[in-house]
């Protein structure tokens, strides 16, 4: 930001945007005026047993997040251990790409079962194009080995100890 002439600033981040903002108000808090994420990850509190209990809708999310994390995150795994055999396929197939990127965008939007209610075609479609025409399917795949992979850590201030 310093070079871009910007001696303070707030900041705004979702998904992966959502720890570099985090971080850069951790890395400048002087500077860092306000952040917002649309991401938010934090951990449960260590002391469980002095929460008032949680009510069935409560519990229902928490249910629901168990089972995402059971069955909705392999693609995190993937690219983290084995970035380049995805992206193989998804540089070297439209149809592949095509068939990616919508299924994270039916899973990860509240569509009722079908993607064009939350999104649609013409950005389902612009999407896949930014990725296919620019080539960077490989990149995108890199991010979670690079940041995620084993030994990597998010945060520069750990050294290199996960997070």
Known sequence: MTRLGYPRFFAQGGDWGSTIVTLMADLAPRRTRAVHVNLLVAPRPADRG????????????????????????????????????????????????????????????????????????????????????????????????ESLGEGRTLNPRTNGRRL
């Open 50 to 145: 002095s929460a008032a209990p949680l009510d069935p809708a409560d519990l229902a999310l928490l249910d629901r997040g168990r089972r995402f994390r059971a069955t909705g995150v392999a693609y995190q795994q993937l690219q983290a251990t084995k970035p380049q055999s995805l992206a193989y396929g998804l540089h070297d197939s439209p149809a592949a790409l095509a068939a990616w990127l919508v299924e994270k965008f039916h899973d990860w939007t509240d569509c009722d079962g079908h993607v064009e209610n939350a999104v649609p075609r013409d950005r389902l479609l612009d999407n896949i194009s930014l990725y296919w025409l620019t080539e960077t399917a490989n990149s995108a795949s890199r991010l979670y080995f």
